[in-house]
């Protein structure tokens, strides 16, 4: 742990939200007289958000530092407050990616990596189309693979055949690519890269984005903009890494090579690893990565059955390191330790409880408004749980949207506020079956439900186009 002090301050914040939301709790029931174990079940969701919107800012107001030209990292960096200073000399790094059946997508794939074609190398991961013939014919490296292996095995081959004095590696997915930040057009990618290098740590995490003008890809642009400019800045150097991220060579070799390489959940996994052993992972927000987000529900479903999936199986087969990750820092213990094992695994069915008492409240309030009188009066389905319960969490969202979201996206994001408590609901079905399936596989030897990281490769390919 560090300073005493950070310790006292951490726990003054959390004791501080507990006793506004019982005194809240308190004031409701008094005024409404609605049932106050209803109400409690009914906020939890709310009411967990509220806390980590608190601590989070909190630790933002540690850890962050943020210049005149709102260069937003989660340490301080020396040319995050000037563009003219003297670093060491940029040392050699690389763009790495593993694809997989990217034929037909190998036009634009080529386009976009043409500015960086001489630093990039790519492992083709078992296709069954002529994506290694397509990719060398363009005249890029491309090392192939002869059983689909998946992500960490793929890159760990491909490592073994990068140039010893490559230092840095910039891990891509084929549907992703980096821009810097237009915020602060001065600093450029091998700017960061060069604070990257100079700072000694062992990966960075540029801020996440996701493409497209569908309403889910919006949605899920506004939830990328809170984890990663709320979240991710919050952390200081204990940063969880994105599937997208900047790693010193030696850094993601070592993790890959005590990586289990499965698929689920790698980068949180790569994280907890390097943590681990006391290196450090920082934010910046200069360096952004946009990628393709799902743009149907069933491969927004399935995808995060998997996320939640991996979750629960790197927080048990990794839970000693996780226990030495989270004694390192106030902002691991609290990131690590009680958010994704307390508000994450342990609340799951406390989650489920609330959203269900919210979906019963809502479905009454209709039912009293059209007069249909199906759904029985209980405490339970009091309509009134849902209206105050919205209410308070689009305060919340609104507050937390203005800090998160980028000046020149607000226009696009900010009208999708009102609707984002629907959008967290509707992450508890697949969360909750992720876990299931981790359950299932424990006990029964078999999943519940198979997800796009599971299944074959023809199968997953056919599930994401949409």
């Not at 491969?299 to 995060?304: D, E, G």
């Not at 979750?311 to 030495?324: D, F, G, S």
Request: hydrophobic share 45%; with cysteine.
């Amino acid at each position: 742990m560090k300073r005493p002090a950070d310790r006292v301050q951490l726990a003054a914040t959390a004791s501080l939200a507990v006793i506004l939301g019982l005194a809240w709790l308190a004031t409701l029931r008094a005024v409404f007289r609605i049932d106050a174990v209803a109400y409690a079940l009914a906020s939890f969701i709310f009411s967990l958000d509220l806390i980590d919107m608190i601590v989070r800012l909190q630790r933002r107001g540690v850890f962050a530092h943020t210049p005149a030209r709102d260069v937003q990292t989660s340490i301080p960096l020396a040319s995050t407050a000037s563009a003219a200073v003297s670093r060491l000399p940029l040392r050699p790094y690389a763009l790495v990616f593993s694809v997989h059946n990217l034929e037909q997508q190998a036009d634009e794939f080529i386009a976009a990596i043409a500015p960086h074609r001489e630093r990039t190398w790519i492992v083709d991961d078992c296709s069954s189309d002529n994506t290694t013939l397509r990719l060398r014919a363009a005249g890029l490296r491309c090392l192939q693979s002869s059983n689909n292996v998946k992500k960490p095995a793929a890159l760990r081959s491909l490592l073994a055949h990068l140039p010893p004095d490559i230092h840095t590696v910039i891990v891509l997915d084929p549907d992703s690519f980096l821009h810097v930040n237009a915020d602060s057009p001065w600093a450029g990618i091998e700017e960061c890269v060069q604070d990257f290098q100079h700072s000694g740590a062992a990966a960075l995490c540029p801020r996440v984005t996701v493409a497209g003008e569908r309403l889910l890809e919006a949605f899920q642009q506004l939830e990328y903009a809170l984890a990663s400019r709320i979240g991710r800045r919050s952390l200081g150097d204990f940063c969880t890494t994105p599937g997208v991220a900047l790693y010193r060579r030696e850094a993601l070799e070592w993790a890959l090579s005590q990586h289990s390489l499965s698929v689920y959940a790698e980068d949180l996994e790569n994280a907890v690893l390097l943590l681990g052993r006391g290196d450090r992972i920082y934010y910046d927000d200069r360096l952004v990565a946009v990628t393709e987000g799902k743009r149907d529900l069933r491969s927004w479903f399935s995808q995060r059955v998997g996320w939640y999936f991996g979750l629960a199986k790197v927080y048990a087969e990794r839970r000693r390191t996780i226990w030495t990750v989270g004694r390192r820092s106030p902002a691991t213990f609290y990131q690590y330790l009680i958010y994704l094992g307390g508000f994450g695994l342990l609340a799951c069915p406390l989650k489920v409880a609330s959203c269900a008492i919210l979906i019963l409240s809502l479905a009454n309030g209709v039912d009293h408004l059209l007069g249909l009188d199906l759904i029985a009066d209980t405490p339970l389905t009091d309509p009134l749980l849902f209206a105050l319960v919205y209410v308070k969490y689009l305060v919340l969202m609104a507050f937390a949207a203005i800090v998160a979201v980028p000046e020149r996206e607000r226009a696009v994001l900010l009208p999708l506020v009102p609707f984002y408590f629907f959008y967290v609901l509707a992450q508890i079905p697949p969360m909750t079956l992720g876990y299931l399936d981790w359950l299932a596989v424990k006990v029964l030897g078999r999943r519940l439900h198979g997800d796009h990281y599971d299944i074959e490769p023809r199968q997953r390919q056919a599930l994401q186009t949409p």
